[in-house]
């Protein structure tokens, strides 16, 4: 058995767990905490994928569904500004990284968005199959259980990146502080060919590099 073969089921768990984890967090309503993100990173062959999950709080300033117009103004704009991976981040140049795939989701929506709900519901779950289909013991999670949040909201935010030199990617730069400033640090997993590493980034310290 390779090292290559090792760091794929490695990688693969990694992110089989932060699936796990991330719908543990829909289903729970764990208690985050607030100015705290949590930030996965997994490289698999050439694709990377990115994934933070974050409070409501520290993206929105709330955690219900919005009640005003200038809470629906402030929810869509921080959509918008997610969707956007150059927004949020930077990955070696050399490494020519593009995105393949980006997912924004929350659990911040009103009853009255039953419809969205459910499109969320199945692009998820698809999501899922994605990534699970060597893992034969694939179950459904039993998502009738997911219900909304009223209390605490939260955001995951998936990147695919595929990157055409991906023996040349060695730093990712955040720009999360910048568009988010209640966050007060990110918590940083990387599992990369080259590099197993946890550490925590900041508004001053907001590269992870390897
Ligand atoms: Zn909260």
């Known amino acids: 058995m390779g090292n290559f073969f090792k760091y794929s089921l490695l990688t693969s768990s990694l992110i089989l767990s932060t699936y796990s984890l991330a719908d543990e967090h829909f289903r729970q309503h764990s208690t985050h905490v607030h100015g705290h993100v949590e ?3 997994a490289q698999d062959a050439d694709e990377l994928l990115v994934e933070f999950t974050a409070p409501g709080a520290d993206i929105l300033g709330f955690e219900h569904a919005p009640e005003n117009t200038q809470q629906k103004e402030k929810l869509a704009q ?24 980006q997912d924004v989701r929350h659990n911040l929506n009103s009853h009255d968005d039953e419809h969205e709900h459910e499109h969320e519901h199945e692009h998820e779950h698809e999501h899922e199959h994605e990534h699970e289909h060597e893992h034969e013991q694939h179950t459904d999670h039993g998502h009738d259980e997911h219900q909304h949040s009223a209390e605490h909201g939260a955001f995951t935010v998936e990147y695919h990146f595929e990157c055409q030199r991906v ?39 907001h590269t992870v590099s390897w």
């Open 167 to 205: 023996n040349q990617l060695d730093a990712i730069e955040t720009h999360w502080f910048t568009h988010f400033p209640a966050t007060a640090e990110i918590e940083v997993n990387l599992l990369t060919d080259s590099a197993m590493l946890a550490t925590e980034l900041d508004a001053s310290n």
């Open 39 to 41: 930030l996965n990173i």
């Open 78 to 101: 921080a959509v918008k500004i997610l969707q956007q991976a150059d927004n949020i981040l930077t990955l070696s140049a050399a490494a020519n990284c593009h995105v393949e795939h």
